[in-house]
Each structure stands twice: as structure tokens, then as C-alpha cells.
């Protein structure tokens, strides 16, 4: 998994930058992993650390050095063969590992420092998501939705980055796109249910294409309908501009609550569905409606 800020997990080690690297050790525990281009094991070894390293999803840093290329500091760490696994945390040495090592091996070797249980997991996944976030709200739209495609492409069954990208893609305006990553799941699961609650407003259109929000916004600002309160209320909420739909919807119910048959009511808690659980706009929301109604 790919983190979305500008520095990667994984890293190649030279003079240069082998301070810089070690520092970060202060933070994170960070693997050296020495290796060359004739060593068959290196080779092997290479991509099952690159798979635990994304797997922790930066709660590891892995730094190659070509020990052919770089024989000082091959010698500052006192490599004797190939491949070899020096593991820093804290600025010191505090484990090392020499030959080729299967995967089970290297969790138990790294687990004293970066863990491996459940909530472990959950709070990677979580710091994750935050960072993808904050990456998405600082204008780095592009590399957060790439670290999310290649964070599902790795474990298609995490629930919460998919939904997360289908978010990210419908702000984007990529209605097609966010339908065919949700529809890559098909059974039933809580962080998505939402996302199909509001795929299925976009159905009460069929095949023609509904009019844009910022023309019904338009409409309904000179002279509002009960046709543009309810089109611009299921498709701002199926865009994620929930309270601005709900109002619509609300409105619709007060000043036309007749309309096709009191259409307004189901509507509206219709949207409720596609709010995720226990979100207090629903509550607000649903109180102001049952007052209009009783």
C-alpha cells in the first residue's frame, strides 16, 4: 500500500541519504536490507518484505542498499554475506537477521516492534485512512486514490478504503468510475450499504441523464417546483451533499406534501439510508420531518 505523502515506505540507501534515513528510525522502526544483483535469495527475499512493509502501511520503513554499490556502509554494519537484515528502531541496532528467511519468519522477527494482532491492523488501517484523508484535503487527490486503488489491489476485502475511494470518486464527479469499484463487492457489508443506498436514488432517473445540480439549484433558487425540490434532493444526496438534499426534501414535504402521493416522506428516508449510522444530520433531520407530518 502506498502511502499517500510525498515519502515512500520503501527506500534506497546511499551515502547521502543514510543519515536522513536512520533518523526517521526515531519514529519508526526501519529494516536495512542489504542485497546485490547476483544473490539469488536477495532476490527471493525482496518482494515478501516489500509485501510486509505495505501490509503495515508505514508502521516500517525498508531501506535497500546494493551492498556491490555501497560497500562503506555495508561495512559500517558489518556485513559478512548476503542477503543480510539489520532492524534499527530508536536510532540503535536491535535486531539482524543473515540468509534467506521465509515470511512467518520475518513477522515473528519484526513483531517485538511493529506488532501483528487485530488492533494492530485496525489502527494502521485507521492511521491510514487519515492519511489518505488529509492527503485528499490538501489537494493531493491523485496519490491518495493511487495509494487507495493499490491498497485494495493487495486486500480487496478491506471494506473501509473502498468505501472511502467510492467517496473520493463520486466528489470527483466519476459516477461511472465509483459504481464499478463498489460493484467489485457483492455481498452485503456495513461501510458500503450506504454507498448503495445512494447509487439507488440515481435509479429513479433510469437511463436519461438527470439535469446538473447547479442548474436544479438554479431552478429552485427563482422559482421552485416540487419536479426540481425532489430531482435536485435524490441527486444532491447521491453526490454526498446530504444536508443541502435533505433540505430540499424537507422543503418538498412542507410546501407540496401531496405531491405524487406524499413521494416527499419515502424520500426522505430513503436518504436517511444512505447516511452512515448514527450520523446526527439523519436525527436532525428525521425530527423535522415527523414535526411536519404530525
Sequence with gaps: MQSP???????????????????????????????????????????ILEKLVNEYRGAVILAKVNADQQ???????????????????????VAELSGLQTEAALREWLAPVVGGGEEDEAAQ?????????????AGQGARAEQALRQALGQQPDLHALRALLVEYL??????????SILAEIVEDVEPLRPF???????????????????????????????????AYGLQAAAAGQFEQGLEALLTLLRDHGSYRDGVARQ???RVFECLPKGDPLASEYRRRMFNYLY
Excluded at 554475506?81 to 540503535?92: E, I, Y
Aim: hydrophobic fraction near 45%; charged fraction near 25%.
Design 5 to 47: 505523502q510525498t515519502e515512500s515506505w520503501i527506500v534506497d540507501i546511499t551515502e547521502h541519504n543514510l543519515t536522513e534515513v536512520l533518523e526517521r528510525s526515531r519514529q519508526v522502526p526501519v529494516i536495512v536490507d542489504f542485497w546485490a544483483d547476483w544473490c539469488q535469495p536477495c532476490k527471493q527475499m525482496a518482494p
Design 71 to 93: 560497500q562503506v556502509i555495508a561495512g559500517q554494519f558489518g556485513v559478512r554475506s548476503l542477503p543480510t537484515l539489520k532492524l534499527v528502531f530508536q536510532g540503535q541496532l
Design 125 to 137: 488501517q485507521e492511521a491510514f485512512v487519515e492519511r489518505v484523508r488529509e492527503a485528499i484535503a
Design 170 to 179: 463520486l466528489s470527483e464527479g466519476r459516477v461511472d468510475e465509483a459504481q
Design 196 to 230: 448503495r443506498a445512494r447509487f439507488a436514488l440515481l435509479d429513479e432517473f433510469g437511463d436519461s441523464a438527470p439535469v446538473s445540480l447547479s442548474e436544479l439549484a438554479q431552478r429552485i433558487a427563482a422559482a421552485p417546483t416540487p419536479e426540481d425540490l425532489y
Design 267 to 269: 424520500a426522505l428516508l
